[in-house]
């Protein structure tokens, strides 16, 4: 409980009272009301909206004659709440209180049981499942008083617990709550999304195993052949020593099956279409000391970046990214503009060292002060621009 509907495609009616004014009801203790919201939307005595069923609004709020009026209308006095509280764990948490003994009474002589335990709810300062005298105030009187009460109503008969999905709207809206009522406590059923859900895990797996016995195939078709590996197109590349003639004399002058699989291989590795590029650039928080090394900054492009900061800003920025102090460097003045440069400084040492990769590039996106970084790669904004936005 409750069901899980999330991908089910279902939503829930819109009722014309919320479901507050439907517990507000049974908070005062007007059935009229009660009587008048259920006649026109649908909910259900059972139902718990994650605070309890409507007992257990009845008993918290000390309605007995609303807890009585629920019961003799297909209330069931043993449900229990998220937390495993039925509604006599409540009346006995309270009954140090005036009318909630008279409640924990009426219960009992309604079947409720004192011997169901409540979840493991406090695991770590109070571990453990409790019984309605557990969770009552640790007044000795009180206790015995709710004691002797469990003794007098001892012969009285016991309702059974309700299946957990009897507070389940969906359940109760799907198969009524007199169906749901009689699922007996640890009933499994078989909701349609559960059904579902398992069909795909199923369908997943098999796909799953029959891709591992494609490629297993594949690899052994592979392996029969003579090649041990998959082609790697980097062998083909001009730094590949090229093959030496078979000797003289020698059993063999035909090329092996992986020799002649190479430049099929090649021509296929040719004909895989290069993927496009995504140039992603990091804000605030990832400035370093040092992040522009003396190599690049001696890189023309780089340069002359550094050249029109200076000039910008009015200070040597290198020297700050050198030199720091990591404090000052640390701070939004300085850090801004900093990884501004540096951004752009590493994407002119790409496009230095991997030119396609740069020209391939279809999209550029940063964090927070990356976006201008972004906008310069993009051409959208110019390198002085986005400096003396970040300036």
């Excluded at 509907?5 to 014309?16: C, E, I, K, L």
């Excluded at 169906?179 to 369908?203: C, F, G, I, N, T």
């Excluded at 197109?233 to 000797?247: D, G, I, K, N, V």
């Excluded at 023309?300 to 460097?329: C, F, H, Q």
Aim: hydrophobic share 45%; aromatic share 8%.
């Amino acid at each position: 409980m409750p069901r899980d509907m999330r991908g089910t495609g279902r939503y829930p009616p819109q009722p014309r009272f919320p479901p507050f004014a439907f517990y507000s009801a049974v908070r005062l203790g007007d059935p009229e009301l009660l009587a008048k919201i259920t006649a026109v939307d649908p909910y259900f005595v059972t139902q718990d909206n994650g605070a309890g069923a409507p007992l257990h609004f009845a008993v918290t709020y000390r309605q007995l004659d609303m807890a009585h009026h629920l019961l003799n209308n297909g209330a069931l006095v043993n449900q229990a709440d998220g937390r495993g509280w039925t509604a006599l764990h409540r009346a006995a948490h309270l009954a140090h209180l005036e009318g909630y003994m008279e409640l924990y009474e009426y219960l009992l002589s309604r079947g409720a049981d004192p011997s169901l335990l409540t979840n493991d709810i406090d695991p770590y300062l109070s571990p453990g499942r409790k019984g309605v005298l557990d969770v009552a105030v640790g007044d000795d009187n009180v206790r015995q008083a709710l004691a002797a009460l469990n003794a007098k109503y001892e012969g009285v008969p016991k309702a059974p617990a309700p299946h957990p999905d009897v507070g389940d709207w969906w359940a109760l809206y799907d198969y009524g709550l007199e169906a749901v009522a009689a699922w007996p406590h640890d009933y499994q059923h078989p909701y349609p999304e559960v059904l579902k859900r398992s069909r795909d895990k199923a369908q997943a797996r098999q796909a799953r195993a029959a891709r591992r016995e494609a490629a297993e195939a594949a690899a052994a078709a592979l392996e029969a052949s003579g090649m041990q590996q998959p082609f790697d197109p980097a062998a083909l590349s001009s730094t590949t020593t090229p093959p030496t003639e078979a000797p003289a004399g020698s059993s063999t002058g035909r090329p092996t099956a992986a020799a002649a699989a190479l430049p099929a291989a090649a021509a296929a590795a040719a004909a895989v279409p290069s993927l496009p590029v995504a140039l992603l650039f990091p804000g605030q928080g990832s400035q370093a000391l040092g992040m522009i090394s003396a190599a690049a900054a001696g890189q023309p492009a780089v340069a002359g970046m550094l050249e029109e900061a200076n000039a910008v800003l009015g200070y040597d920025l290198l020297a700050l990214i050198r030199d720091g102090p990591k404090s000052k460097l640390d701070d939004t003045v300085y850090s801004q503009p900093s990884l501004f440069v540096t951004n752009l400084a590493a994407l002119e040492l790409l496009r230095g060292r991997q030119p396609e990769l740069v020209e391939r590039a279809r999209v550029m996106a940063g964090l927070s002060l990356g976006e201008y970084c972004a906008l310069v790669a993009a051409g959208a904004m110019s390198f002085s621009d986005g400096l003396k936005v970040c300036a």
